[in-house]
């Protein structure tokens, strides 16, 4: 049964930092790619980022870029999100998906909220 | 940047064929996915590159892509399919469309 299990989101004072995790289990982590996609509260799905299955290839929306890396540790089947200079706009649930058909499988996300 | 369009709200009564739209530029070109996400739950994939249904997707729904439009039907509309539905491509990046609400009469 295919699992990704999100952590690390909380309450961060503009320009803070948080470091998301999502850990993986039945599937073969270190053949898919994956992806971080966002929903703030009421509105639509919002892509993040992708990491390449062996992290080689890594993309970004330009409304993270240079703010958010991410990573991933295939011997732990673990996906990373860093986020850096938080802005009140990046306040949403934060999902991890894989990506092998389309954006096959999703967490149940993790809520970031970015507040003073 | 490439945008993708779908109509705000769809209504379809019980049992009837619902049809969700989604334009952009020569999407036809492009593999589209459509993704399910009901309330206070995860999005769910239920149609890949164009017109494929993952296992244990209901044959109800189908897809299909030409064009300027993707296109997701569900046939035999239920009660359970209410929930919103987004299209999605991956152009120079990934890029979903605004959703879809759909409600069943």
Redesign the interface.
């Known amino acids: 049964q295919v699992q990704l299990v999100e952590s690390g989101g909380g309450v961060v004072q503009p320009g803070g930092s948080l470091r998301l995790s999502c850990a993986t289990s039945g599937f073969t982590f270190n053949a898919y790619g994956m ?1 971080w ?1 966002r929903q703030a509260p009421g509105k ?4 993040v980022a ?1 990491i390449q299955n062996n992290g080689r290839k890594k ?4 409304s993270v870029k240079d703010r958010f890396t991410i990573s991933r540790d295939n011997s732990k089947n673990t996906l990373y999100l860093q986020m850096n200079s938080l802005k009140p706009e990046d306040t949403a649930l934060y ?1 991890c998906a894989n990506d092998r ?9 993790t809520l970031v909220t970015v507040s003073s | 940047s490439y945008e993708l369009t779908q109509p705000l709200s769809v209504s379809v009564a019980l049992g009837q064929t619902a049809t969700i739209t989604c334009e952009g530029n020569n999407i036809g070109n492009k593999n589209a996915h459509w993704y399910q996400q009901k309330s206070g739950q995860a999005p769910v994939l239920v149609i890949y590159r164009d017109a494929n249904r993952p296992s244990g997707i209901p044959d109800r729904f189908s897809g299909s892509n030409s064009g300027n439009t993707a296109t997701l039907t569900i046939s035999r509309a239920q009660v359970e399919d209410e929930a919103d539905y987004y299209c999605q491509v991956w152009d120079t990046s990934v890029v979903f469309g605004g959703g879809t609400k759909l409600t069943v009469l």
Do not use: S
């Open positions: 992806h996609i639509g799905l919002d892509w992708y993309e970004y929306a330009d999902y058909l389309g954006i096959d499988n999703w967490g149940q996300g």
